[in-house]
């Protein structure tokens, strides 16, 4: 039976495009459907509206519109930095990152490796954070660039990006984040961060997927990534998604105006999540607790339980959540950012990951965590090693 209601916990992997930025994109569908690289006034008058949210998503980033152009997605503008970084700089092949980014990083990283480019992968430690002084000697003199994502997309880690940037700009080598799940979570400055390349998603940010935007400094030299016209002032081929534009344009508005309500609201309904779940089913404990974390992600691991099982229990009652990355569904290998921390194998896949938004509710957190609570005990009288194990439970810090 199809439950009656959705319980939508897996906001890291998308988000629901909100009201307001699917009503600021249907005129550009069936009315101002126009070219807005057209001489003619009815496709040359939307370029008015690629700018104008193009405005709003350098605001939301403290950047000048200038520095902004549009992609198709994260990984599009994850991938344009590093390769704009290499192209420019033909006498460096050596790129810095880290063991726990996302796929959209690791996997061209390894490509590039076919093409006689070598990657440095960084380790971090239990709580998914990098050392800064390993950073520092990692670089290179024929580092081309240092990639490092803003906050884990898993267990929602934040990393000191800004002291990062201090330490690249001593070095002389470019730095880019992959900021995707920090948008309108936690604020983004730019200028503060002392980034050369920024990248973020739609999807992301309550608006569609098929869209992103990469921040190029202005004193920094780029290579296109996707060649074609001269859209996006020769940086980027293509005609632009007007309709996808606006919406993330509406989106990036939106998001500033609920920057507050993630650090309160959501961030309360994570921790209430997480202390009722830590003390309500023993052998249980948060990934990541100790360090800095986004306000709205909880990765959580119960010992004896395999997370595919718990997934599909939940399902059944509307429960929508994930045990990582929506890119790496399908894989039979934990996680490796779970397994970069120092979990067993087991306990990667014991781990579920948890992601909220300003939508969900006290009602639906306690929902989902006694459906957990109700999940985990059944999955675990089936396990013979849960039987003859002690419970505990972890108290998770705050």
Same mark, same amino acid.
């Given at each position: 039976?199809?439950?009656?209601?959705?319980?939508?916990?897996?906001?890291?992997?998308?988000?629901?495009?909100?009201?307001?930025?699917?009503?600021?994109?249907?005129?550009?569908?069936?009315?101002?459907?126009?070219?807005?690289?057209?001489?003619?006034?009815?496709?040359?008058?939307?370029?008015?509206?690629?700018?104008?949210?193009?405005?709003?998503?350098?605001?939301?980033?403290?950047?000048?519109?200038?520095?902004?152009?549009?992609?198709?997605?994260?990984?599009?503008?994850?991938?344009?930095?590093?390769?704009?970084?290499?192209?420019?700089?033909?006498?460096?092949?050596?790129?810095?990152?880290?063991?726990?980014?996302?796929?959209?990083?690791?996997?061209?990283?390894?490509?590039?490796?076919?093409?006689?480019?070598?990657?440095?992968?960084?380790?971090?430690?239990?709580?998914?954070?990098?050392?800064?002084?390993?950073?520092?000697?990692?670089?290179?003199?024929?580092?081309?660039?240092?990639?490092?994502?803003?906050?884990?997309?898993?267990?929602?880690?934040?990393?000191? @990006?800004? !002291?990062?940037?201090?330490?690249? /700009?001593?070095?002389?080598? #470019?730095?880019? %984040?992959?900021?995707? *799940?920090?948008?309108?979570?936690?604020?983004?400055?730019?200028?503060?961060?002392?980034?050369?390349?920024?990248?973020?998603?739609?999807?992301?940010?309550?608006?569609?997927?098929?869209?992103?935007?990469?921040?190029?400094?202005?004193?920094?030299?780029?290579?296109?990534?996707?060649?074609?016209?001269?859209?996006?002032?020769?940086?980027?081929?293509?005609?632009?998604?007007?309709?996808?534009?606006?919406?993330?344009?509406?989106?990036?508005?939106?998001?500033?105006?609920? @920057?507050? !309500?993630?650090?309160?609201?959501? /961030?309360?309904?994570?921790? #209430?999540?997480? %202390?009722?779940?830590? *003390?309500?089913?023993?052998?249980?404990?948060?990934?990541?607790?100790?360090?800095?974390?986004?306000?709205?992600?909880?990765?959580?691991?119960?010992?004896?339980?395999?997370?595919?099982?718990?997934?599909?229990?939940?399902?059944?009652?509307?429960?929508?959540?994930?045990?990582?990355?929506?890119?790496?569904?399908?894989?039979?290998?934990?996680?490796?950012?779970?397994?970069?921390?120092?979990?067993?194998?087991?306990?990667?896949?014991?781990?579920?990951?948890?992601?909220?938004?300003?939508?969900?509710?006290?009602?639906?957190?306690?929902?989902?965590?006694?459906?957990?609570?109700?999940?985990? *005990?059944?999955?675990?009288?089936?396990?013979?090693?849960?039987?003859?194990?002690?419970?505990?439970?972890?108290?998770?810090?705050?």
């Amino acid at each position: 039976m199809t439950p009656s209601k959705v319980y939508y916990f897996d906001n890291n992997a998308t988000t629901r495009v909100a009201p307001e930025v699917l009503q600021a994109m249907l005129p550009f569908f069936t009315e101002q459907w126009g070219n807005p690289s057209s001489a003619y006034s009815f496709g040359s008058g939307i370029a008015q509206y690629v700018a104008y949210a193009r405005r709003k998503l350098a605001a939301l980033i403290n950047a000048d519109p200038r520095e902004v152009i549009f992609t198709s997605c994260g990984t599009e503008s994850d991938n344009a930095a590093i390769y704009s970084a290499l192209q420019t700089q033909p006498g460096k092949r050596h790129v810095l990152t880290t063991t726990v980014e996302h796929s959209a990083i690791l996997n061209y990283c390894r490509s590039l490796e076919k093409q006689g480019v070598e990657t440095t992968y960084l380790p971090v430690d239990a709580q998914g954070l990098l050392d800064l002084e390993q950073l520092e000697r990692a670089i290179r003199p024929d580092t081309a660039v240092v990639s490092i994502m803003f906050a884990n997309n898993e267990t929602g880690v934040i990393f000191p @990006i800004a !002291e990062m940037g201090a330490i690249c /700009r001593k070095h002389g080598v #470019l730095f880019h %984040t992959d900021a995707v *799940q920090a948008a309108g979570k936690v604020p983004l400055d730019v200028r503060a961060l002392g980034v050369n390349f920024l990248s973020l998603s739609a999807h992301k940010l309550n608006a569609p997927k098929g869209i992103g935007i990469l921040f190029i400094d202005k004193q920094t030299k780029f290579q296109p990534f996707v060649v074609g016209g001269h859209q996006e002032r020769n940086r980027r081929g293509g005609t632009e998604n007007v309709p996808y534009v606006v919406g993330f344009g509406r989106a990036a508005e939106l998001a500033m105006s609920r @920057i507050d !309500e993630e650090q309160t609201h959501v /961030r309360e309904l994570r921790d #209430l999540l997480e %202390t009722t779940l830590l *003390q309500t089913i023993p052998d249980s404990r948060v990934n990541g607790v100790q360090s800095p974390r986004l306000p709205n992600t909880v990765s959580i691991s119960f010992d004896f339980v395999e997370a595919e099982a718990l997934l599909m229990l939940l399902d059944q009652v509307g429960i929508c959540a994930s045990t990582g990355s929506a890119c790496t569904t399908g894989s039979l290998d934990p996680s490796h950012v779970l397994a970069a921390m120092g979990l067993t194998p087991a306990q990667a896949r014991s781990s579920l990951r948890l992601s909220l938004s300003v939508d969900n509710t006290e009602e639906e957190v306690l929902f989902l965590a006694e459906h957990l609570r109700q999940s985990v *005990q059944r999955l675990r009288s089936f396990s013979p090693l849960a039987k003859t194990t002690p419970g505990k439970v972890a108290i998770a810090a705050h």
